[in-house]
């Protein structure tokens, strides 16, 4: 098990099983040392959101959090099946969280840190990333928070 497994491991989070998305869409694409997700979802291990809704309506600042961990969980769990360690991670390069939440909410970036959180977690400084948080209206499923990730593949 890598040093990273064992950090998941030791703050309880187990790696969820990957759904794919549709025709035409991968959880994952691999270019040169690059490996990119997008759209990474808050799912349950059935792969059913498990969070639905905008922060500021149905969440709370606290829950949309949490959905944002979970989406960092899921994120690790793809990044895994990929590379087929968390080892191979080099470094995560950047991430684009996206939070669904009522207009005119400014704690974005807080529900964002969840995700990032996760990462940091999980990989140590090699988690560390650049980030954007952005503000939606809706996404996909209705989802409080999606994000993409560009990961550097260690060779």
């Known amino acids: 098990m890598s040093m990273a497994e064992t950090r998941m491991k030791d703050i309880g989070a187990e790696f969820l099983q990957t759904k794919v998305k549709g025709q035409g869409v991968v959880p994952y694409k691999i270019v040169g040392d690059l490996l990119m997700l997008g759209g990474v979802a808050p799912t349950d291990e059935a792969g059913k959101l498990a969070f639905v809704g905008r922060v500021g309506a149905e969440y709370t ?41 009522v207009p005119g909410y400014e704690g974005i970036y807080r529900v964002a840190d969840g995700f990032s959180d996760v990462l940091t977690e999980a990989l140590g400084e090699r988690g560390m990333h650049a980030r954007n948080a952005v503000g939606a209206s809706t996404l996909n499923g209705n989802a409080p928070v999606l994000c993409d990730v560009f990961v550097k593949i260690r060779d």
């Open 61 to 101: 600042p606290e829950e949309g959090y949490r959905a944002a961990r979970l989406v960092g969980l899921n994120a690790l769990k793809i990044i895994k099946d990929a590379l087929g360690s968390l080892d191979r991670v080099d470094y995560v390069v950047k991430a684009l969280a996206m939070v669904s939440a």
